[in-house]
């Protein structure tokens, strides 16, 4: 600005000096015309001045806009790469070797080796926004196992939408070991449903709301968690009863002692219910389902134990018509329909041992033991469409888990009475069945 000063000082101090050296040949003309000269030679002199300063406004504007835009992009920039940073891809490649006692060619040929599965996992976050897909392929079919998008309104505070897990029973999975417990396989635990819940965590308190508009994306039976199977293509019997889950709510409370301790006991209330619908008959009957679950961690051991109380009140067709007793309820997951109770109760007991070892490049083993039962309330059968009256389904998984980095194998003995009928056809006739499993594999 005082170098635009000096500039105009100067083209004035010229004008000023010229017009003195004239000011002899200039006395004889009139004093008014050289007056407005004098005007319009200072008019002159103030536009150009003007004219410097807008020129340098100008440019300190682009300067700082574009200073600005660099920002802005150098902003966008970091914000992409800290999400890339806060992303995280998994995957699990794993293969499956059984040996059935009841099987014929199972005996002949020494059991089956049988590709197991493949996961694919995306987990991250970007600010507050919280978000977690996992994709299964199996052998034939394949889908989604869990996907939502979260918010973590506060410290304490999580919303998540999509498919999510139930907040029921004990959590993360309701059993210690590879195979499962009649909880998980009767669709309690650890199952996954379409719908929002509000997870809310103070001191040792943990509590969870939830409303499911529908047991699954989907009314078939190819996905994770039990559920009660509405797809006439998978029928149990002569067609299937036709229920599914719908507008459901559940809730879970939970207090840890000892927290923040290598010794937890989490003691766990939770409940769930909502309207079964049946889609052959157009009517809507309801569920309940209410469990009380403790979970425990005591150095290298754990156990959970969990007591589960349920009833399905379903609008079914007619048992001539569906061929399916109304005393069970048709439920499936994993591509397979079965049959449970459709009243009851169910227990669970499980314990399991972590042992951290230095065996080359063995680096964990850990031992399990998962046992439970139902006690139906009406006749039960888990095959011929639920008509007749066993005894209690029991089940039981003892085994042992071998890790080396990220390579890992689980060995487990299966043994099963009238439990679901997940142990072939003709498992329904009060005696003990053992299935012997190995799943070895890697993830990454």
Do not use: C
């Not at 507050?128 to 304490?156: C, I, P, T, V």
């Amino acid at each position: 600005m005082a170098q635009l000063s000096f500039k105009a000082a100067g083209l004035a101090m010229g004008v000023t000096g010229t017009l003195a050296f004239a000011a002899p040949a200039l006395a004889q003309q009139d004093t008014e015309a050289m007056q407005r000269q004098l005007d319009a030679l200072r008019a002159q002199v103030e536009r150009m001045e003007q004219q410097l300063e807008a020129q340098q406004s100008t440019t300190t504007t682009d300067s700082s806009q574009a200073s600005s835009q660099t920002r802005d992009l150098a902003e966008e920039n970091r914000s992409l790469i800290e999400s890339i940073q806060n992303t995280q891809f998994s995957g699990t490649l794993q293969l499956k070797g059984t040996y059935d006692d009841w099987s014929k060619p199972s005996k002949d040929t020494a059991g089956d080796m049988d590709f197991g599965k493949f996961v694919l996992g995306v987990d991250g976050q970007h600010g507050n926004f919280l978000y977690s897909f996992e994709y299964r392929f199996y052998d034939g079919y394949q889908f989604l196992k869990k996907g939502w998008m979260g918010y973590q309104a506060s410290d304490n505070d999580t919303v998540k939408v999509g498919l999510v897990q139930t907040p029921f029973g004990n959590m993360e999975y309701g059993y210690l070991g590879w195979y499962g417990n009649l909880p998980y396989l009767a669709g309690f635990n650890d199952n996954q449903n379409a719908g929002i819940k509000w997870d809310h965590t103070q001191g040792a308190w943990d509590t969870s709301l939830a409303f499911f508009k529908s047991d699954q994306l989907g009314d078939g039976n190819e996905h994770y968690g039990a559920n009660a199977v509405a797809d006439p293509d998978k029928p149990v019997g002569d067609s299937p009863q036709g229920n599914s889950a719908e507008n459901q709510l559940a809730a879970r409370v939970a207090y840890t002692f000892g927290q923040g301790t290598d010794y937890t006991t989490e003691i766990n209330f939770s409940a769930k219910g909502g309207q079964l619908y049946n889609n052959q008959t157009h009517d809507s009957g309801s569920n309940w389902q209410a469990a009380v679950g403790l979970n425990g961690s005591y150095g290298s051991w754990l156990t959970q134990l969990q007591a589960t109380a349920y009833e399905y009140d379903a609008e079914n067709p007619s048992e001539s018509t569906t061929g399916i007793s109304d005393d069970v309820l048709s439920i499936g997951a994993f591509g397979f329909n079965y049959l449970i109770p459709a009243e009851g109760q169910m227990y669970s007991a499980s314990v399991g041992y972590s042992m951290n070892v230095d065996w080359g490049d063995i680096d964990n083993v850990y031992f399990y033991n998962d046992f439970s039962y139902i006690s139906p309330n009406d006749d039960y059968s888990p095959v011929d469409g639920g008509f007749g009256d066993v005894d209690d389904p029991m089940l039981n998984d003892l085994g042992m888990k071998v890790t080396a980095g990220p390579y890992y194998a689980w060995f487990s003995v299966i043994s099963g009475k009238n439990a679901l009928a997940y142990f072939g056809p003709g498992e329904g006739d009060d005696g003990w069945h053992t299935s012997l499993q190995t799943n070895f594999g890697l993830n990454f």
